[in-house]
């Protein structure tokens, strides 16, 4: 059973930063594109960021250069730094598990982003 656990979010003021982590469970990594996305209240769900598990990564327009994403395989985790944060970021943030040889993919449970003064 693949589990997915988002840690990191929370409250914070525009041009903070915070670090989002997600612990996966039940994968091999190195199989895995490892993605964390976000859902704005009544937007669609978008992709921030995305990390192959060959090192190539991509990212939202709205987040480059501010946003970093790493993956450490050792400890199946995978990081999404958030620096200068806008209110327009704030939104829940899912980890996503997408495997490079099959159509499985999983989602964790969501963790809120407020961005707000």
């Known amino acids: 059973q693949v589990l997915l656990v988002e840690s990191g979010g929370g409250l914070v003021q525009p041009g903070g930063s915070l670090r989002l982590s997600c612990a996966a469970r039940?994968?091999?990594?190195?199989?895995?594109?490892m993605a964390w996305y976000r859902q704005a209240p009544g937007k669609q769900r978008e992709l921030v960021a995305a990390?192959?598990?060959?090192?190539?990564?991509n990212y939202a327009d709205s987040v480059k250069g501010r946003f970093t994403i790493s993956r450490d395989n050792a400890k199946a985790t995978v990081y999404l730094q958030m620096n200068s944060l806008k209110p327009e970021d704030t939104a829940v943030y899912y980890c996503?598990?997408?495997?490079?040889?099959?159509?499985?993919?999983?989602w964790g449970q969501g963790t809120q982003v407020t961005v707000s003064s």
């Open positions: 039940g994968i091999i990594p190195s199989r895995y594109t």
């Open positions: 996503n598990a997408r495997s490079e040889y099959s159509t499985f993919a999983s």
């Open positions: 990390a192959t598990s060959g090192g190539n990564s």
